[in-house]
């Protein structure tokens, strides 16, 4: 393919606005729901694609539309053991139909459940938290860190997500529109090579020296650095697996607690371990989860020291009405049991690496595939101009993702433009399913070569 020889620098996107409706330019608000959705929920309205779809029923890998037009999920990652799964279904059914209650009565249900997600953690995380989302478990991980390090100075990565909260939305670069990130808030690039020689481990840790010394400078103390633990919102950066290990020797060296964002890498995606910072053999002083921890189910938490928890607990009292009810408990038990069971860490493994290396034949193809990284199920394909690995093309995404759609398949973006391809199908997928996803791919690029 011939090469452009454009060089101009694109604009940074935020998270929510990639791949996003835009009612001033879509020809499709024409639609009746779309208008009545417009009108309810007014300018917070964070809808899909070009033209919205309405979804009516989905099952396993797949999701049937209104139109009866049948997609695809590689955007999946909530429902991460197969939408609609009839275990989590009924778990949740007999459960509900029983006992629903909040945490200040005793219910083995929530006990059992606690006690199953603690064996998947080191020891030393031997106290959990529930809540009902990613939002509100970050939230108490900073305030935690807070009690114990008695500074308020945050480390993210330059292009991190980590919620809605107003003290998260502080720390989510990536969501921040017109505002600033607050002083007490310095970010790290993600650990990738790009703009440095040697390895990534070493400059990361270089990063997070930098980084300590500018809160320093700025006069706050430095209180944790929270990440998550595959870059997601970043661009998707995994490799190689042990480069978060210098970075959080520094970070505790200089007091700071370390918070592994598990949210999105969690509960078996990345195929190699559970939980995304066991990759890199580090041991997080707090974990927080949520999307796929109910399959769909709301809920989330944290798990952490006792002694962390117990500092937090002697400042401010904490209570969720509807975290840790025995209704979410079900569902997080039949999510651990399934994983088990139908061995999804494994298949994670193994579909993640047959899509790696399809992915590579084509990137071999076609020159507008500048990299592909990750791990098991949760992959970046990074987009480029023609030839030109260092000109990320945003445009070249969007017109990926909405050929993909047209196509039947399902599938977001990430990175700092935009420009990333987030491949994240269920857990539960068939080599059949990663094969129509990679052809699908390979047409919707050529369509676009072809115009
Ligand atoms: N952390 C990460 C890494 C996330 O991707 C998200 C949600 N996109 C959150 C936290 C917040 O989770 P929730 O939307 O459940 O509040």
């Keep these: 393919m011939a090469k452009k020889n454009t060089k101009t620098q694109p604009a940074a996107r935020q998270i929510l606005d990639m791949n996003a409706f835009d009612a001033e330019t879509s020809a499709s608000t024409s639609s009746p729901l779309l208008q009545r959705r417009i009108a309810n929920v007014g300018?917070?309205?964070?809808?899909?694609?070009?033209e919205p779809?309405?979804?009516?029923?989905?099952?396993?890998s797949w999701m049937t539309a209104a139109d009866g037009k049948r997609y695809l999920d590689f955007y999946n990652n909530v429902p991460s053991v197969g939408h609609t799964h009839p275990r989590v279904v009924a778990a949740v059914t007999d459960q509900i139909s029983k006992l629903n209650i909040n945490s200040r009565y005793l219910s083995s249900v929530v006990d059992l459940y606690l006690d199953a997600l603690k064996a998947t953690f080191p020891a030393s995380l031997s106290n959990v938290v529930l809540s009902c989302s990613g939002s509100e478990a970050n939230d108490l991980a900073l305030r935690i860190a807070a009690a114990t390090s008695r500074g308020t100075g945050i480390i993210v990565s330059e292009n991190a997500y980590h919620g809605n909260t107003s003290i998260i939305s502080d720390i989510s670069p990536s969501a921040l529109k017109r505002r600033k990130l607050p002083d007490h808030v310095v970010t790290v690039p993600a650990p990738s090579h790009a703009g440095q020689s040697g390895s990534?481990?070493?400059?990361?840790?270089?990063?997070?020296?930098?980084?300590?010394?500018?809160?320093?400078?700025?006069?706050?103390?430095?209180?944790?650095?929270?990440c998550d633990s595959i870059f997601s919102s970043d661009g998707v950066y995994a490799d190689p697996p042990g480069f978060l290990r210098k970075a959080v020797e520094i970070v505790h060296k200089a007091g700071g607690l370390y918070i592994a964002d598990e949210v999105q890498p969690g509960f078996?995606?990345?195929?190699?371990?559970?939980?995304?910072?066991?990759?890199?053999?580090?041991?997080?002083?707090?974990?927080?989860m949520g999307k796929p921890m109910g399959n769909g189910f709301p809920m989330a938490g944290l798990t952490t020291r006792p002694d962390l928890l117990a500092r937090f607990c002697e400042d401010t009292g904490y209570f969720s009405t509807f975290g840790a009810n025995p209704v979410a408990a079900a569902a997080g038990m039949a999510v651990l049991n399934v994983i088990h069971d139908e061995q999804l860490q494994d298949n994670a493994l193994?579909?993640?690496?047959?899509?790696?290396?399809?992915?590579?034949?084509?990137?071999?193809?076609?020159?507008?595939?500048?990299?592909?990284?990750?791990?098991?199920?949760?992959?970046?394909?990074?987009?480029?101009r023609p030839g030109q690995k260092e000109q990320p093309d945003a445009e070249l995404a969007s017109s990926v993702i909405n050929g993909l759609k047209d196509r039947g398949v399902l599938i977001g973006a990430a990175g700092r433009f935009g420009n990333t391809l987030k491949v994240r199908p269920p857990l539960s997928l068939t080599e059949q399913e990663a094969d129509i996803f990679v052809d699908r791919l390979e047409e919707a690029l050529s369509a676009i070569a072809a115009t």
């Design 43 to 50: 300018a917070s309205a964070v809808l899909f694609y070009r």
């Design 53 to 60: 779809l309405e979804m009516v029923s989905a099952s396993g």
């Design 200 to 226: 990534i481990e070493n400059a990361f840790a270089a990063d997070m020296t930098r980084a300590i010394a500018e809160l320093e400078r700025r006069g706050h103390k430095f209180s944790a650095f929270i």
């Design 268 to 288: 078996a995606r990345t195929g190699e371990a559970f939980w995304g910072f066991a990759r890199h053999g580090v041991v997080p002083d707090v974990v927080t």
């Design 350 to 384: 193994r579909q993640g690496k047959h899509i790696t290396a399809r992915l590579l034949d084509l990137a071999a193809k076609d020159d507008r595939i500048a990299e592909i990284r990750g791990a098991g199920l949760f992959l970046g394909i990074e987009l480029c």
